[in-house]
């Protein structure tokens, strides 16, 4: 459940007007916004939105058009490969290794060996020496997101991680990012509100490159923002100590 | 579950004593048989035979097939494509051509220079013609990369034999160099040899060098800037590395092909894909492999040669194609 009062003050990740273009397209917009120290931040918005963007510029991967953004108060530029390495961690959205790497292979990408209390919480101790490609979505996310954390960076960022499981896995693996955020940020790129109001302990809506809102998930997700966001009128469903569903107000057909 | 897979020492220590016993056959085979025992003992013509005409050779053999095989793990591992090899993606071809421009008009550069220089630019042209075109619009197409390649190497074939037309005569020696397109390793100084293995050793601890970061690679190149590379320097520094070890292996052995394939194939498939092991695996197999086929291409039908990239073609074609189908079956 939501813990605001797990957040620490000062700013992991701050980004200050960040613009991006392509050609005339603007991806990111008079972007700012900052990630505490801890926590599960959830990044929501229709396609297009900018949340990947987001995601490579917090990463150094995209080239700004105008603003800066600073990890731990320095700017991005300022810091070498190696030194950012060890802060941030990234899992992509399509996780797939080009190799036929085992588990164990993979793990031993990481920029630390994993301990053995990681591999027990991603329960990845019989997965070892199977191929990576061959597991379950869910079996991959863990282990991606275990190669990830093993050196304990202060910042995780996963750009849709949950996005090609079941609904168990899903939960499953939200409750592992979830833990992850008790110690590090956690940025997760989600397109489930439900799974963003039941998991994140912050929220921040984008749409067109724009960032509509943040904040504690409640606040923040209300009809008029997601309206806005999505163009399109939705209705929440409460679930009861929980949080709620939400499904768009189609039109009845003629 | 995957095969178990060996770890380096073990895999070395098998590729050692293989390559001890591919080194006696290779010394003891030629025109004439010379048993060890005669040119382990006393000096006399056979030995002297021996060691100033056939070791030199043996060890050219040995750097061609390391070089071919570091080139096709380099590329491999930066075009994160598995079919990736000097001859496919137009790295050899551009060698080739280089090469044959130094040895059609020797007035250009001096000589002794003018064949492995040409030949790295060749390569090292045609590596990055064929890298920009898979880069176009800023991500990487495989299939695209492949085909460009494809595309180049069946060019530069064409300009090489263009040039041979136009510039060939029996005075510039166009029977040697249509030989030396063929695939077949030349016959060296000692002095050479000697001043070619630095290279290699320097070649090989490059590309061990650069190992973590191909295996970073292969999880894409966002993940791999995740954790501390550069992308543009890593794949740069790659490309660089494999049209060197190409243009060495082109100088010394012409135009051979399938060594860059198979041998980077099979020790993936024995070691694992992560490149710290494979980069001296691959450099000892291959040179093994190629001292093998050199072997036989001078002593079966001695004293004439069958060229050596008719050979590797020949054999390990069918070879791979067998070792492929076992896979399948396997799996």
Redesign the interface.
Same mark, same amino acid.
């Given at each position: 459940m939501n813990s605001a009062d797990r957040f620490c003050s000062e700013p992991l990740l701050a980004f200050g007007g960040v613009e991006v273009r392509i050609g005339t397209k603007a991806l990111l917009s008079d972007l700012t916004l900052t990630v505490p120290r801890c926590g599960l931040f959830g990044l929501v918005g229709p396609n297009g939105a900018g949340k990947s963007t987001f995601v490579?510029a917090a990463? @150094?991967?995209q080239a700004l058009s105008r603003g800066e953004v600073r990890l731990c108060g320095r700017r991005l530029q300022d810091w070498r *490969?190696?030194?950012?390495?060890?802060q941030?961690?990234?899992v992509?959205q399509?996780i797939?290794?080009?190799? %036929?790497?085992?588990v164990r292979?993979l793990l031993?990408?990481a920029?630390a060996p994993p301990s053995a209390e990681l591999l027990h919480d991603f329960e990845l101790e019989h997965l070892l020496?199977?191929?990576f490609n061959t597991l379950s979505g869910g079996e991959q996310a863990r282990a991606a997101i275990a190669r990830?954390m093993a050196h304990q960076p202060a910042l995780l960022?996963a750009d849709e991680p949950a996005a090609h499981l079941d609904l168990p896995h899903q939960h499953a693996l939200l409750r592992l990012l979830q833990a992850c955020a008790t110690r590090s940020a956690v940025v997760i790129v989600l397109h489930d509100l439900h799974l963003a109001a039941r998991y994140c302990d912050q929220v921040a809506v984008m749409a067109q490159g724009r960032l509509l809102r943040h904040g504690p998930p409640d606040a923040v997700l209300d009809d008029t923002t997601l309206a806005r966001a999505y163009e399109e009128p939705l209705m929440r469903i409460p679930i009861p100590a929980q949080s709620f569903f939400t499904v768009p107000l189609l039109e009845t057909p003629p | 579950?995957?095969p178990a897979?060996w770890s380096l020492g073990p895999a070395l220590a098998v590729l050692a004593v293989t390559g001890v016993l591919a080194f006696g056959l290779s010394l003891s085979l030629g025109a004439a048989w010379v048993s060890p025992a005669r040119w382990l003992g006393e000096p006399g013509l056979e030995r002297e035979l021996v060691w100033v005409w056939r070791a030199p050779r043996v060890a050219a053999a040995f750097f061609v097939g390391a070089c071919l095989s570091l080139a096709g793990l380099l590329f491999q591992g930066v075009f994160?494509?598995p079919l990736a090899e000097p001859y496919l993606l137009g790295s050899a071809a551009g060698a080739g051509l280089g090469a044959a421009i130094a040895l059609l008009l020797p007035q250009l550069l001096p000589p002794a220079w003018s064949l492995p220089v040409m030949a790295f630019l060749g390569a090292w042209g045609a590596s990055w013609l064929v890298l920009a075109v898979g880069r176009i619009g800023g991500a990487w197409q495989s299939a695209r990369l492949l085909l460009a390649g494809v595309a180049l190497a069946a060019i530069l074939s064409a300009l090489r034999g263009l040039l041979l037309m136009v510039f060939g005569d029996e005075s510039t020696n166009l029977r040697a160099i249509v030989s030396w397109q063929l695939g077949g390793v030349q016959t060296p100084a000692v002095a050479e040899v000697l001043g070619f293995g630095p290279w290699l050793l320097l070649l090989g601890w490059a590309a061990w060098r650069l190992a973590?970061g191909l %295996?970073?690679? @292969?999880?894409? %190149?966002?993940?791999a800037?995740?954790? @501390?590379?550069?992308v543009p320097r890593l794949v740069a520094g790659a490309v660089l590395l494999a049209a060197l070890a190409t243009a060495l292996a082109v100088s010394w052995g012409g135009l051979i092909g399938f060594v860059g394939l198979i041998v980077p194939h099979v020790l993936?498939w024995w070691l694992? *894909?992560?490149h710290g092991p494979l980069v001296p695996a691959c450099m000892v197999a291959g040179g093994v492999l190629m001292v093998l086929v050199d072997t036989v291409a001078r002593s079966s039908m001695a004293p004439s040669e069958i060229p050596a990239g008719l050979l590797t073609a020949v054999i390990g074609g069918p070879f791979f194609l067998a070792l492929l189908l076992w896979r399948q079956d396997r799996s």
């Open positions: 490579r990463l @150094g991967l *490969p190696r030194e950012q390495a060890r941030v961690g990234y992509p399509h797939h290794s080009h190799w %036929d790497l085992t292979e031993q990408l920029l020496a199977r191929r990830t960022l | 579950m995957t897979r994160r494509n973590p %295996d970073a690679l @292969g999880l894409g %190149d966002a993940a800037q995740s954790l @501390g590379h550069r993936r694992g *894909p992560l």
